[in-house]
């Protein structure tokens, strides 16, 4: 949803920003709102704002000004971890700039081109919640449903959002799975969910596809990478459509608006939208050292399940293919057990071996790999074809990474 920047920055004056469903933006719909209140309305064992008592006590609709996935994400952490949330659900829209988002208990390199990813500048996120790997850009939004763990009811919300597309577009044929996909046109899948169940409250979140790059979606969700063994959760990939493709009038800004007014009718509740802004610390003290720890190499890539890799690669030599073979077990996103094997007459045995057990220990990077290689390559004699045939075996090398 568009912001306009002068109501947004009227905010910093200790407004929280409301918007009703119909009507365009109006100066009337600035709920003010202290940031001392903002905090009350949100946090446990607080009183809420007078003004605010009614929307608090039944519900909220939140909507993000960010596109940041680390800072939404945070967002979830923040609302799940402080929010008393008996008798106040919470609906939280928020859409992304281009992003892979994997599950918990998932493989980045089993899931998705990192290295495309990499060219591209397409971030890459591990959320707190099980499942498979999805994209996000602004063409995605994401719901994410917070109650209590006893009203946690991934089904009840799926069938909120399918009467939303119906008061939008009664000719829609979409249909909720077993998996809490939704499908459109009983085949394409337009929707994807995950969840998060803590002691006493929950998150469902779901994606809804509107106007994603279809093309990059599915480039990006392809590992080029061979020979990985794991027991990391697998996506399970399906056809993909946006509902912009059936129907030109359902934008982003249309369907949120849609589920808004579901949501606030089957709670009974006031339907603004509150725009949050997730870098305030006044309002989620806290959430930017969440975001932090999102954005960490430790999380990311260092949460991934034990695995192993056994591939190999070929170099040009005097006219003929070598074959080097690699095997390594990583834990940690770390090389645990590195054996890269290429032929004696090719390579120095002792260099091979001084690489890898320089690789030992280190992160399945290629940064970290670059470094590493480099700083060997200078205590290695100063031969203008071993040389070369390093730079090679160590690009094949971060090839696999
Ligand atoms: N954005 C989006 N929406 C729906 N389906 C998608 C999307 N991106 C990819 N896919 C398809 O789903 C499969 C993976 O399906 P799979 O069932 O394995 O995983 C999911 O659906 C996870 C949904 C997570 C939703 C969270 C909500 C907020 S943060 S992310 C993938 O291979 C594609 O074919």
Redesign the pocket.
């Known amino acids: 949803m568009p912001v306009i920047p002068a109501l947004w920055e009227a905010k910093a004056g200790g407004l929280l920003e409301s918007r009703s469903l119909r009507p365009a933006w109006t100066a009337s719909m600035l709920i003010p709102f202290s940031m001392k209140n903002c905090f009350q309305l949100l946090c446990n064992h607080q009183v809420p704002a007078a003004g605010f008592k009614q929307t608090v006590k039944n519900g909220l609709i939140l909507q993000s000004v960010s596109n940041d ?1 680390y800072q ?2 945070a967002v ?1 952490d923040w609302i799940h971890d402080h929010m008393n949330l008996e008798g106040k659900p919470v609906l939280f829209f ?1 859409r992304n700039s281009p992003s892979v ?1 994997i ?1 918990r208990h998932q493989n980045p390199w089993q ?1 998705c081109n990192l290295n495309l990813m990499r060219e591209e500048g397409i971030k890459l ?1 591990r ?1 707190r ?1 099980g ?6 850009d602004m063409g ?1 939004i ?3 449903f917070f109650t209590t763990k006893k009203k946690y009811d991934r089904m009840e919300n799926l069938k909120l959002i399918l009467r939303a597309l119906n008061a939008v577009q009664p000719q829609l044929d979409v249909q909720a799975t077993k ?1 809490f ?2 499908l459109l046109d009983g085949q394409f ?6 969840s998060k169940i803590g002691r006493t409250t929950a998150y469902h ?5 509107c106007s ?1 790059d279809g093309t990059f ?2 480039s990006l ?1 392809k590992s080029p990478y061979q020979g990985i063994r794991s027991n990391a ?8 459509k946006n509902l912009l493709e059936k129907d030109p009038t359902l934008t982003c800004e249309v369907l949120m608006n849609a589920v808004a007014t579901e949501y606030a009718a089957y709670h009974q509740i006031d339907h603004h939208i509150h725009l949050i802004n997730p870098t305030d610390e006044t309002l989620f003290p806290g959430i930017n050292s969440k975001a932090k720890e999102l954005q960490t190499w430790e999380w990311i890539y260092g949460k991934t399940p034990k695995f192993s890799i056994n591939t190999s690669f070929h170099v040009l030599y005097e006219q003929s293919h070598l074959e080097i073979k690699v095997f390594l077990d990583i834990k940690n996103g770390r090389i645990e057990i590195c054996n890269i094997e290429a032929p004696d007459h090719w390579l120095p045995l002792e260099i091979r071996d001084k690489l890898n057990s320089s690789l030992i220990g280190s992160k399945f990077c290629p940064t970290e790999t670059t470094m590493l290689t480099n700083i060997l390559l200078r205590t290695c004699p100063q031969d203008h074809k071993l040389h070369s045939k390093w730079n090679i075996l160590c690009e094949k090398i971060k090839g696999i990474m």
């Open positions: 996935v939404n994400l979830e928020w988002v599950g899931e996120a959320r919640s499942g498979g790997t999805v994209y996000h995605n994401n719901l994410t998996r996909d939704l899948k337009i929707s994807g969910t995950a979140h779901c994606t809804l596809l994603t979606l599915s969700l959760t697998a996506s399970i990939p399906s056809l993909v």
